[in-house]
């Protein structure tokens, strides 16, 4: 389900939780989270008047609405291109499956339109935006988070962006998993010393993506409503975390996390197999999303049998508190 840590600042960015729906990788492949959780320092959804004509927003010289997932038209939904990287959590936003920002300038004749996840920053474009209008919409959400935008490398709208991003460096997204690729050789492992359990309220607080989940969400419940996630425990330890995000057509992106002490020992790979097959086995598709510097995440995805592999840059503007 973001997005990438980058060769710039990598040091000072690793410092930060890792969000798992951003990068199915042994780190989290996406813009930072500050300590505190910048996701929820912003305006609640519900408390703003969404269709307020006059609405301004920090920054903004230009008045747009804030739009509540019901409130969107299917005017607002042909804004966006299908076909963005990571299409999958812009879909989730509009949908209301998981929260973010909806802003466009009109809610019957739209003309441009942002969306932004809240989790990690991850932020799409309508096919048509203007340098003005994208400069203050970046200025602006940079006042409560992350803004972090990848599409592909010779896509027009590029020219549009400021050019003072924090970060820039390339995902690499995985789709059709064959499914004749059989899983069953990952899932042999056994050992009287650990064993796999679906993530459960009694669990969940003692993970090492608690809090970021709980950022992604709004609160814990939220994530069992909707969410997977599945976890190998040893005799004292969790040795790895999976988490798989709603399904958005029937699509879920997947987030995997080792701890640092076990990784190289195959955790990762067994969990990730054993959580693709139960998601199999409901119909869902899964899709995978990694920093193209973290190896370790790429080698999972290959291994388990994903065929098509896309590449794709990314930028990242900080919140501006975070700097």
Known sequence: MHLPKRNTLRSSLSRQPRHPATGAGERRDGAQFRQGGWGWSR??????????????????????????PHQVTPEIRALFTTDDPANVRCLA????????????????????????G??????????????EISHQVISSLRQTGNVVIGMWENDSRWAQLPSDS???????EFLDRARK????TYLQAKSPNWHIQQIDPFIFPRCAWYSVICREYGRAEHFFQKGLGFCVIGVNDILAEVYLTPAVH???????????????????????????????QREDHVYWNTAQQNLASIAIARKLGFQSERTYPVRIWRALESE
Request: net charge negative; with cysteine.
């Open 93 to 116: 936003v509009l949908e209301g499956i998981l929260p973010g920002d909806i802003l466009v300038d009109d809610l019957t004749n739209p003309i441009w339109g942002v969306v932004r």
């Open 43 to 68: 305006p609640r959804v519900d408390s703003v008047q969404p269709l307020e004509r006059g609405l301004q927003y920090p920054l903004m010289k230009t008045s747009m609405l804030r739009v509540k």
């Open 166 to 172: 924090a970060q820039d460096g390339v995902n690499i």
């Open 250 to 280: 029937g699509i879920r992106e997947i987030g995997v996390r080792t701890q640092e002490a076990y990784r190289g020992q195959g955790y990762g790979t067994l969990l990730s197999a054993y959580s693709i097959q139960i998601c199999e």
């Open 181 to 184: 690729h059989n899983l069953e």
């Open 118 to 131: 809240v989790g990690d920053g991850t932020t799409f474009l309508s096919r048509t935006i203007t340098s």
